[in-house]
């Protein structure tokens, strides 16, 4: 992306049109619950994006915006839904004291956290017609799927 100069017109969350695009996927990695959690920019993306009836999706720890993302209303947009997300007990042992919280723990407060049998390889639910998540790395391919189906 660097080499070929694509990532130099990275758009800025600010300058996001919410009503050009019908789903926005936040990918994990704990750098969503640090950079993305609480950042207003993309909580006016999801905000605009919900209000245009599109589709929210959120992988692994890319669901840690939901825990703050509100509904045009100004409730929660994830309220008594069941949602999912990187689960507790396949963190790295001594990561969970470091990280500014506990996903599982934040989403469980506002949300109906469905972690899913951890035997299973891969897991995604979704909340309602417009947003679904999905636990962990090994879901990516379910979500891709989940979110064909939805967009056909």
């Known amino acids: 992306m660097y080499e070929s100069g694509r990532a130099d017109n990275t758009m800025k969350l600010t300058d996001v049109d919410a009503s050009a695009y019908d789903v ?3 990918v994990g990695g704990h750098g969503a619950m640090y950079d993305l959690a609480e950042d207003k920019a993309l909580h006016n993306v999801i905000t605009g ?3 245009n009836k ?3 999706a959120a992988e ?4 840690a915006p939901l825990i703050w993302a509100k509904k045009a209303d100004g409730t ?3 309220e008594g839904k069941k949602v999912t997300g990187y689960p507790d007990e396949i963190e790295p042992e001594g ?3 470091i990280l500014p919280f506990s996903l599982e723990q934040e989403l469980s407060k506002t949300a109906d956290y469905d972690k899913g049998s951890l035997e299973k ?3 995604a ?3 309602d017609e417009q947003i679904v998540t999905s636990r962990d790395p090994f879901s990516s391919e379910l979500m891709g799927e989940e979110l064909v189906k939805a967009l056909k």
């Open 95 to 97: 990561l969970l004291d």
């Open 49 to 51: 994006i919900h209000t």
């Open 24 to 26: 926005l996927l936040i």
């Open 76 to 78: 929660s947009l994830i």
């Open 54 to 56: 599109g589709i929210i």
């Open 60 to 63: 692994c720890h890319g669901p």
């Open 125 to 127: 639910v979704w909340a």
């Open 121 to 123: 390889k891969a897991h």
